[in-house]
């Protein structure tokens, strides 16, 4: 019984394969099969053809044919030109457009150029005005260290000059003391 069920249940699998796939493209040998039949049904299609109706049938399949030929040929012919002629007109109207590209490119080569001229004489100003600020700083503090000795030897020069005055006072006031001493004593 088990054995029957695989069965079945093959044959469903195979039956769904194949009805879940598309048809297959006929070949080239059925597809001129086929052709014979539907020109023997256009031609009339007699049950008993006689000698002259089947010549007749091939003639006129015979000139049919070249007659398709001969349009194939046209149209091909025309395509080819249609392809040729766009072919040439893709090939300039791409030349052309290469070319605007290439002039935008060399126009754009020119802008970066000036642009990095320019940023190249920004950076050497800056530079340049780093180094006189940093020069003008040195210079600046050299003299603010000048003037800062400056004032503390001047600092020092007053608390001389205090004590200086304050020593020349009291040398007075002992030299009116001692006058007075002597002049008492001369007396």
Do not use: C, W
């Not at 754009?108 to 530079?127: F, G, I, P, Y």
Request: net charge positive; no cysteine; glycine share 2%.
């Amino acid at each position: 019984m088990s054995s029957l069920y695989t069965r079945s249940k093959e044959f469903t699998r195979n039956r769904k394969s194949q009805s879940d796939s598309p048809p297959a493209s006929p070949s080239p040998t059925a597809k001129t099969l086929r052709h014979e039949r539907l020109s023997r049904l256009e031609s009339g299609g007699s049950s008993n053809p006689t000698a002259s109706d089947s010549y007749g049938d091939r003639a006129s399949a015979r000139a049919r044919r070249e007659a398709r030929e001969a349009r194939l040929a046209t149209l091909t012919s025309r395509v080819e030109e249609d392809s040729n002629r766009d072919y040439k007109k893709l090939y300039e109207s791409a030349l052309t457009e290469n070319q605007k590209l290439k002039t935008k490119l060399q126009e754009a080569q020119l802008e970066l150029a000036d642009v990095k001229s320019k940023l190249e004489k920004m950076a050497q100003q800056k530079q340049e005005k780093t180094s006189d600020r940093s020069s003008m700083l040195e210079m600046e503090k050299r003299e603010r260290r000048a003037l800062e000795r400056k004032m503390s030897e001047m600092e020092e020069e007053m608390k001389v000059l205090t004590e200086l005055k304050s020593d020349n006072q009291r040398l007075k006031d002992e030299n009116g003391a001692l006058i007075r001493v002597i002049s008492k004593l001369s007396k």
